[in-house]
């Protein structure tokens, strides 16, 4: 590297919030299940404090070595539907609890796993930890949940979806003293991904090996930071600039997270590059999509830019790593993006027009408050809309959406730290409760049709 690169990168990281977003380590736990409940929940605390033995010190480690940033250590587990499928209990409050106290000793941020797959039916499990999700979002501190209820191979449970809708009303409820924290904690899927580093959605798949190490990587403020330098130039230049740079910030992330799984002796998963934006000025993928030309995010053009966006990061990434996985695209979370928070607060945008954005972004509907009266079948109907997105598109797509408990359209929700503050958001009021309460399964669609 010569004298400029290594400016170019100390800017980065100094002036311009250049991190790594999150370190997930991915723990199976398919081999702590038992019919007793107590005995499986022993062994899910003894293996995973095993496994997590010196995780924080070596982040830290690295930290000093690079002199980069880290500011997640998180943690994914073995859905555990999976796990306490063959328990006799009828709440799985008991392994969010366990999960719960693992992450405060071992001192990361969050646990993610208390998730069930119930794309094609759910299980007598599958019911009992959906059901579980308002007591045990409500009760623990780190613990995040995540359902997924629509494949391209499978189509939509649409019983999944009610019941998600009740639930997440529940979860609202319980945590009304908190703006309705809880809900920031549950994310329902279609087409979620095995090894996804970032929270809510992060558990770790079937397929997964017994403990990797994935990472997710993000850098809005310098994507911006380097199309300031283009203002003039025609649009195709502005998208070798973002694959450019998307290039930087992925060798950076890949360097990083296979240190620090050679350290602790772990497979290296994936990295997830991300543009994860914060309510921190200058680190939000709203103030991207405006310096590309847009006047206000959510006017005309948005979803045309965020489409472009997207895609030039993703192929600069995949330059710059044989293990991109994740997720990996730009994120529109509104409460964690300054440029959106903004943006929302002053009509610019819209529900509609965010889920339009949707089909083309890296996942969903993400970190949107709305009345705390909505009803339960709207928010089912919200991620029905979503996972018929993913599912035609062959994408992840995903709802986070917070009612906020007491709350109406015109106030704001207050969450803290990452997760920001968000302005509560217009919905639509006309109802879907019939449509809802048909039930059933929305069948895949059809992936080849020739003469």
């Given amino acids: 590297m010569d004298t400029k690169q290594i400016i170019e990168t100390i800017k980065m990281l100094d002036q311009e919030h250049l991190d790594i977003r999150t370190i997930t380590m991915g723990i199976s736990l398919l081999d702590c299940a038992d019919s007793d409940y107590k005995?499986?929940?022993?062994?899910?605390?003894?293996?995973?404090?095993?496994?997590?033995?010196?995780?924080?010190?070596?982040?830290?480690?690295?930290?000093?070595?690079?002199?980069?940033?880290?500011?997640?250590?998180?943690?994914?587990?073995?859905?555990?539907?999976?796990?306490?499928?063959?328990?006799?209990?009828?709440?799985?409050?008991?392994?969010?609890?366990?999960?719960?106290?693992?992450?405060?000793?071992?001192?990361?941020?969050?646990?993610?796993?208390?998730?069930?797959?119930?794309?094609?039916?759910?299980?007598?499990?599958?019911?009992?930890?959906?059901?579980?999700?308002?007591h045990a979002l409500s009760t623990t501190d780190y613990v995040c949940s995540s359902v997924n209820v629509g494949s391209t191979r499978s189509g939509i449970n649409l019983d999944a979806v009610k019941l998600l809708g009740e639930k997440i009303k529940e979860l609202a409820k319980l945590t009304k003293d908190q703006d309705s924290l809880g809900c920031a904690k549950f994310v329902a899927f279609a087409n979620a991904v095995e090894d996804n580093p970032f929270m809510a959605g992060s558990f770790l798949g079937v397929g997964e090996g017994d403990t990797v190490i994935n990472v997710g990587v993000s850098g809005p403020g310098v994507v911006k930071s380097a199309l300031e330098k283009d203002r003039e130039k025609p649009i195709n230049e502005v998208y070798e600039t973002i694959k450019k740079t998307a290039f930087k910030i992925t060798r950076m992330g890949d360097l990083i997270g296979r240190d620090v799984a050679k350290r602790l002796g772990k497979e290296f998963g994936i990295l997830d590059l991300s543009l994860a934006p914060t309510p921190a000025i200058g680190d939000s993928v709203g103030r991207i999509l405006e310096e590309i030309g847009i006047e206000n995010v959510g006017g005309h053009g948005t979803t045309a830019a965020l489409a472009m966006l997207n895609d030039a990061v993703k192929k600069g990434g995949l330059m710059a790593s044989s293990s991109v996985g994740g997720l990996s695209g730009a994120f529109i979370p509104v409460s964690e993006d300054e440029g959106m928070i903004k943006a929302a607060q002053a009509g610019h945008l819209t529900f509609d027009k965010l889920e339009a954005m949707t089909s083309v972004c890296s996942v969903g509907l993400d970190m949107i408050a709305i009345a705390g009266d909505t009803p339960a079948s709207t928010i089912s109907a919200m991620i029905l809309d979503e996972a018929s997105i993913g599912v035609i598109n062959q994408k992840t797509t995903a709802v986070r959406v917070i009612p906020v408990y007491g709350k109406k359209k015109g106030e704001f929700a207050e969450f803290g730290g990452l997760l920001g503050y968000a302005p509560i958001m217009e919905v639509n009021n006309s109802s879907a409760e019939k449509f809802v309460n048909r039930g059933g399964r929305i069948p895949a669609p059809v992936h080849s049709f020739k003469n």
């Fill in 39 to 134: 005995k499986s929940c022993q062994k899910i605390y003894d293996k995973m404090m095993k496994e997590t033995e010196n995780f924080i010190k070596t982040t830290k480690l690295a930290q000093e070595i690079y002199g980069v940033p880290i500011i997640n250590n998180r943690i994914s587990v073995t859905p555990i539907s999976l796990v306490a499928a063959s328990s006799k209990i009828d709440d799985y409050t008991p392994y969010a609890e366990v999960l719960d106290k693992v992450a405060k000793e071992v001192g990361v941020d969050f646990i993610g796993g208390f998730s069930a797959l119930v794309h094609k039916s759910m299980t007598k499990s599958d019911e009992v930890l959906i059901n579980s999700i308002p």
